[in-house]
Nanobody
Framework: VQLQASGGGLVQAGGSLKISCAAS????????MGWFRQAPGKEREFVAA????????FYADSVKGRFTVSRDNAKNTVYLIMNSLKPEDTAVYYC?????????????????WGRGTQVTVSS
């Protein structure tokens, strides 16, 4: 059981970045998926989630309208496209697989977590 996030990096404010999370099939095709982030000295917070069919998505207010979550079940991969990035988006971004077929804002609703990928937005 593995989740592997990738695609992080350094970007200027106002720029865009696409991060990906590849998952083993057993925990992907029937599970909602979520993205969370954790900045230094802060708690891990919800960013975005998507249902297993991809038909339902929702976002934290802080990223709504700027970030888009999607998934490709044939590739066992979930994506987070981040536009209009701000310095306050700087964090380690984690993907997670939910216990159920839909996503959630609650960390406790996810039982598999990947290693994060660092996103740094310079001002």
């Amino acid at each position: 059981v593995q989740l592997q996030a990738s695609g992080g990096g350094l970007v200027q404010a106002g720029g865009s970045l696409k991060i990906s999370c590849a998952a083993s099939g057993r925990i992907f095709n029937n599970n909602g998926m979520g993205w969370f982030r954790q900045a230094p000295g802060k708690e891990r917070e919800f960013v975005a989630a998507i249902s297993w069919r991809g038909s339902s998505t929702f976002y934290a207010d802080s990223v709504k309208g700027r970030f888009t979550v999607s998934r490709d079940n044939a590739k066992n991969t979930v994506y987070l496209i981040m536009n209009s990035l701000k310095p306050e988006d700087t964090a380690v971004y984690y993907c997670a697989a939910a216990r159920k077929s839909y996503g959630s804002r609650e960390l406790s609703d996810y039982n598999y977590w990947g290693r994060g990928t660092q996103v740094t937005v310079s001002s």
